[in-house]
């Protein structure tokens, strides 16, 4: 730790300061605002009438300049500039006029919003899952290694889920992702999209493989006379849950990692980039409703 404050400030001098911008989180907020006090105004019937929103020239050259657009018209009406409202910078009230900049951004981030919203479902909940479920499967299983002495200890079923991520990868980046890019003739192979795609399927698949091996499991347990409840059925059949988990851990990370730095504007960056990890924050708790909510279930009605 003190080595590496001490590396720190000693690179002060060489760091590429940027001014702050103000706080995204702001910007949204003086938008819809801005829409709310202006919603019962009308729009120009045609967009030639550029002239009557607010579209200041913008005081970074680094920052990419957004058009004005037709989606979320409501929006709009934050950057209309009424009569006798000041557009200067130093009297404007921003909470009552926006600038075309400000309304796109907020645009932009409304439009990743559904991505980042079903990866929560589909992808992250069955990550978060992985620590708690096909544990208590594995302590009723048969966990003899194929048939061997060896007993594989239940918390460490899902390291196969490292061991598939460390095989794929490396696969993936030299011979799949070369090979898919010489059929699509794009580069990468895969679009960003498609990449999610890919860890929405394979997250489906996992949870799918997950209830197959649980019925399958339960309906031996039941039939056997094991006095533990432990099912005559190898713990290896939980390792396809896991290698589905793996895969779409990478498709659906590189995917949104890519996907957020593409379609984010400039300032919302540093923003988009934090979603990975609130997406991850929030699937736990979600699992976490979800195990209290089947507890509850199955404790009143069997």
Not at 181 to 206: A, D, F, W, Y
Not at 275 to 302: D, E, P, W
Request: with cysteine; hydrophobic share 45%.
């Amino acid at each position: 730790m003190i080595i590496s404050i001490i590396a720190f400030f000693a690179g002060i001098k060489v760091y590429h300061n940027v001014k702050p911008g103000g706080s995204i989180f702001s910007t949204i907020a003086q938008v819809l605002v801005a829409a709310k006090h202006k919603r019962h105004l009308h729009l120009p019937d045609h967009d030639d009438n550029y002239g009557a929103f607010y579209d200041p020239l913008l005081d970074n050259d680094e920052q990419q300049r957004f058009p004005l657009t037709n989606e979320f018209r409501f929006l709009k009406k934050a950057a209309l500039v009424i009569k006798d409202e000041k557009i200067d910078e130093s009297s404007r009230n921003p909470w009552r006029l926006c600038s075309v900049q400000q309304v796109e951004e907020l645009k932009c981030f409304l439009k990743i919003m559904p991505i980042w919203v079903t990866s929560i479902i589909i992808v992250n909940i069955p990550i978060a899952q992985q620590g708690i479920f096909p544990i208590s499967q594995a302590l009723k299983m048969d966990r003899h290694f194929f048939g061997t002495n060896f007993e594989i200890p239940a918390g460490s079923i899902s390291a196969i889920t490292l061991v598939t991520t460390g095989i794929f990868l490396p696969l993936y980046d030299k011979i799949i992702a070369p090979g898919i890019e010489k059929i699509t003739m794009k580069e990468g192979g895969l679009t960003t999209l498609q990449r999610i795609g890919l860890g929405h399927v394979c997250g489906i698949l996992s949870m799918l493989f997950v209830g197959l091996v649980e019925i399958w499991r339960r309906d031996l347990a039941n039939s056997s006379s094991s006095s533990d409840g432990v099912a005559p059925l190898s713990v290896m059949w939980l390792a396809p849950q896991f290698m589905f988990i793996a895969l779409s851990h990478v498709f659906q990370t590189v995917g949104h990692t890519e996907f957020f730095n593409k379609e984010s504007p400039t300032g919302m960056r540093s923003i988009a980039k934090s979603l990975l990890c609130l997406n991850v924050a929030f699937a736990s708790y979600v699992s976490s409703i979800i195990i209290n909510v089947l507890h509850g279930v199955t404790m009143k009605y069997g």
